[in-house]
């Protein structure tokens, strides 16, 4: 086994940082620019939590593998020849130089260019250029492997990675919300993931692209344009039905919502309906069926995602940085890179069920939504720039964000099953959970503290 240098990641120590208090409403401007709280962030919310990595589908076969970040440290997740998905540090063992440069491939072996250290796909070291000349055979090979991630796990072929050994296991992590986030994807029964990632970078801090995802406040104002040149319905995109659920460690969903009488007018339709529907065009079907939810395994959805889960058709954030969009068919990490400079990356997952023409549709939906020609990210992402830049500035800085709307305004139901919701109109409610959970990661310096000092699901009025 490669040697394992596993420091816990979270425990530097963090005295001098000043974790402002969120919980009025109330945002102080340096969360999104004091360099301070970002190293606290790599530390306490990346290296501690679990990241999601890929889709199953993005590496079937062995040798096939993925790069991508857990805050700043890059990965790669790669099949073994046993079959199994491991996430190794991308850095070489010898001078740190990054092993892999590609964004995806397949391969037998990762040589390092610059002195030529070969890894084998479960990260040991196989093989150093001299070991017997220049190095005398005095260096213990075994010991110098690729570094890898505490634990690697997936929900339903959805792979995540932590760098922490003390963290919970995934399936406790993700949580009731978590799970029902990437069920969410699953409304059709198995997806697979289309080839490419679309990436860009955003000037601005990667909480102002993570609160916006459930801003459904701005969708009027900012993508304007989008609805103008009708590609955006507005009033479908701004409901007064919309339903809130916070899940523990900032997890959260919000946006529009099934009420129960669409839901239950679902829940009556015959298997064959379910299947005629399923086979229509997206644009078909949103006319026939009551919301965005797609029915056809209505049954299984519904005792995956609990009876009130089912009818959370917002937007997912898995905390920290995994939006889950567009009708459950794309995911987008926000990706720090600095205080003020966010990469966004988007993956399209689809379900095997889809016709041609289905898969057609969606895709135009989707390229014409998200992503670097995305109509919508563009109107986002200047919007982001701008409230991050604002600041840098001596004055501006003082007078914090205001994230009030709704404060004290709504209930938290609890059904029969112990799901809890927030059945409300447009809200800051999820807004106001991510930042009050990011407080509490910072705060705490390691896992035990973190479980023991997290706030609880709230109940009762928010
Ligand atoms: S840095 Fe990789 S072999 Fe020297
Ligand atoms: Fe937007």
Known sequence: MPDHVQLNPAAEDAADVLIPDVTGGLIDRSIYTDPNLYRLELQRIFARAWNFMCHETQIPNAGDYFINFIGEDQVIVVRG???????????????????????????????????????????????IPGKADFYRNQIDQEKWGLAPAAKVDHYKGFYFATLDPEAPSLFDYLGDVGRIGIESMLNHGEVVALDGVQKNVIDCNWKIAVDNLFDWYHVKVSHNSASRVGFLNQAAMMPMTQMVMLGELGHAIGGPMVTREEQARIDALSDDERIAIDRLPDAERLKVTPTLRRPLRSTDTKAAMGPVGVRATGHPNIFPNL???????QMSLRLPRGPGRTEIWWFTVMPKS??????????????????????????????????????????????????????????????????KSIETRVNEHAQRWTYRCWAEWLRARDWPELLATRSPSPIGRV
């Open 81 to 127: 020849e046993d079959g199994r998905i491991r996430a190794l540090l991308n850095t070489c063992r010898h001078r740190g130089n990054a092993l892999c440069r590609a964004e995806l491939g397949n391969t037998r072996t990762f040589v390092c260019s610059y002195h030529g250290w070969t890894y084998g796909l479960d990260g040991r070291l196989l093989g």
């Open 323 to 329: 939006w889950i969009s567009t009708r459950g068919m």
């Open 354 to 419: 889809f016709t041609p023409e289905q898969r057609r549709a969606a895709k135009k939906f989707i390229t014409h939504s998200f992503g670097p020609a995305g109509l919508l990210e563009q109107d986002d992402g200047e919007n982001w720039s701008q409230s991050t830049m604002a600041g840098q500035g001596v004055v501006s800085r003082r007078y914090p964000h205001n994230m009030q709307m709704a404060m004290g305004q709504d209930e938290v139901l609890v059904d029969a099953t112990g799901q």
